[in-house]
Structure formats: C-alpha cells, structure tokens
C-alpha cells in the first residue's frame, strides 16, 4: 500500500530522476539505507524503489500505527514500528531480522530522526545510530545505500512552512533524484560497521545532490 501511494503522489509533487551504479541489483534479504532529511523523502524513496520493482518493508516510528486507518494497513503488510527511545525499542530489530529471514528487503532511517534546521538546502547525512550494525551482524544481510535530494524543496521548516512547502509544490515541481549506490557487507565490530554504512549512504545522497544539480543547470 505505501508504496502504491507514493508511486501516485511524488510525481505531483516533484519530477523524481532514479539513478544506479552500474550493475546494482537490490538481493532478496538486502536492508536499504537511506538518508533522511523530510517528511517527504520515505514516500520518494519509495516511489524510486517502486520503479526498481521493489516493494520494501518499513521501518517508521511507531506513532504510525496509531492512526486509525493507517496502522491497521502498517501491521497487515508487515511494517515495522519503531520505538524509539523505550523498552520496546529491541523490538524493531527482532521484526527487521525476521523480515530479512523471510528474503525481503527491509527500509531503514539509520540516522533515527529528522534534522533539526529549517532551511531547505541539502546537507550531508547526519551521524547513524547503532540499529545498522547489530542488524547486519545478526543477519549478515548486505547492505544497499540510497541517497536523496531534493526531498527538503517539498516540505522542512516548521509547521506553517511545511504546509506551505506541500500545497504548493505541485505547482513548483521541484527536482527529486534518489541514487541507489552498489550492495555492501559490513564488516567490523559496531562502530567500524557503522561508520561504513554512513559513508556509503553520504557517497550515494553525494551523487544525487550532483545529478540534481546537473539537471537544474541544463
């Protein structure tokens, strides 16, 4: 369902480009990284997967669930809520392995939140938490880093600006571009398996803020 929804509204919001490395091929059990930096990047990264014929499962914060007509939906396909900051934060990580297990690809936030600034610029992923390293050395699951841009031009800054930002950008259509950067096995002990798995998503969010930038100039 997520990802049928964003494969019909991210192209009234913005005209999305979807790159790859050479040769990418997203594997059955694959954890996709992906940087995080609006309210609107989980439904472009989506809508870019989609067009890669990927229909991953999410990992989202857990207040989803509780929306009326939205979490019964999350729990049914099998998304995974996020606790953050509780007890039942482990529980993700349990969900995501089981989800590896039965081969499909898992959607991940590894930074855990949204950067605090207001200003619609890009800048580089911030630090990841630890989720990515403990995920990968209980699965060995490959890792598949994406980068974003663009996704701040729909909607960041406070509430009103956000607002704001959405009713009016399917008449600004502003450029989105994702870049899905080559699989990766972590390697390592925790903080070595993390800080490759954020160079990685920096060196794919690097490559499509380029690609975005190339587009605009032409």
Request: aromatic share 2%; net charge positive.
């Amino acid at each position: 369902m997520l990802s049928r929804i964003a494969r019909t509204l991210v192209p009234t919001v913005g005209r999305l480009a979807v790159t790859t490395d050479p040769r990418v091929e997203l594997a059955p059990g694959s954890i996709v990284v992906a940087n995080h930096t609006s309210l609107a990047d989980p439904a472009i990264v989506l809508a870019a997967l989609h067009r890669l014929g990927i229909e991953p499962v999410v990992a989202a914060t857990a207040g989803l669930w509780r929306v009326p007509w939205l979490g019964p939906a999350l729990a049914r396909e099998g998304h995974i809520p996020v606790h953050r900051n509780s007890t039942r934060a482990a529980d993700a990580l349990d969900l995501a392995a089981a989800a590896l297990g039965e081969g499909r690809i898992v959607l991940i936030y590894a930074e855990g939140g949204l950067p605090r600034r207001k200003d619609a610029g890009e800048a580089p992923p911030e630090p990841f938490r630890t989720g990515i390293a403990r995920l990968t050395d209980r699965t060995g699951a490959p890792v598949v880093p994406i980068g974003q841009a663009g996704a701040r031009r729909v909607v960041s800054g406070g509430t009103a600006k956000q607002v704001a930002g959405l009713a009016t950008a399917p008449l600004r259509r502003p450029g989105l571009h994702v870049h899905v950067g080559t699989p990766l096995l972590l390697t390592g002990d925790g903080a070595t398996r993390t800080a490759q798995a954020h160079a990685a998503v920096t060196t794919a969010w690097r490559t499509a803020v380029d690609r975005l930038t190339a587009r605009a100039a032409a």
